[in-house]
Nanobody, 114 residues
Framework: VQLQASGGGSVQSGESLRLSCQVS????????MGWYRQAPGKQRERVAR???????AVADSVEGRFTASRDKAKNTVFLQMSSLTPEDTGLYYC?????????WGQGTLVTVSS
């Protein structure tokens, strides 16, 4: 399983970014994709849960600012991030958890300056 994430970058506080992650192979309704982030000096945390066959959810900490979505035809998941703050700075990873095991994307860096 290969996960290709993209879309990170450097932005100013209040701006937006959209992350994408394409996963190889077939996905089943029992599979789950997710977005995680790791800020400098902090533990990795999940920010979005994207079941391939169920309802999408984002973490309370980003509710109202982040939106997760999927495009099943393209095997791609997205994380639309708005009203970014310096606290959102970190490496963002997509993760596959399903029939083929658990795999992580390479991480894409998001840097938000004030």
């Amino acid at each position: 399983v290969q996960l290709q994430a993209s879309g990170g970058g450097s932005v100013q506080s209040g701006e937006s970014l959209r992350l994408s992650c394409q996963v190889s192979g077939r996905l089943f309704t029992s599979d789950e994709m997710g977005w995680y982030r790791q800020a400098p000096g902090k533990q990795r945390e999940r920010v979005a849960r994207i079941p391939w066959g169920g309802n999408i959810a984002v973490a309370d900490s980003v509710e109202g600012r982040f939106t997760a979505s999927r495009d099943k035809a393209k095997n791609t998941v997205f994380l639309q991030m708005s009203s970014l703050t310096p606290e959102d700075t970190g490496l963002y990873y997509c993760r596959y958890n399903g029939a083929r095991g658990i795999y992580w994307g390479q991480g894409t860096l998001v840097t938000v300056s004030s």
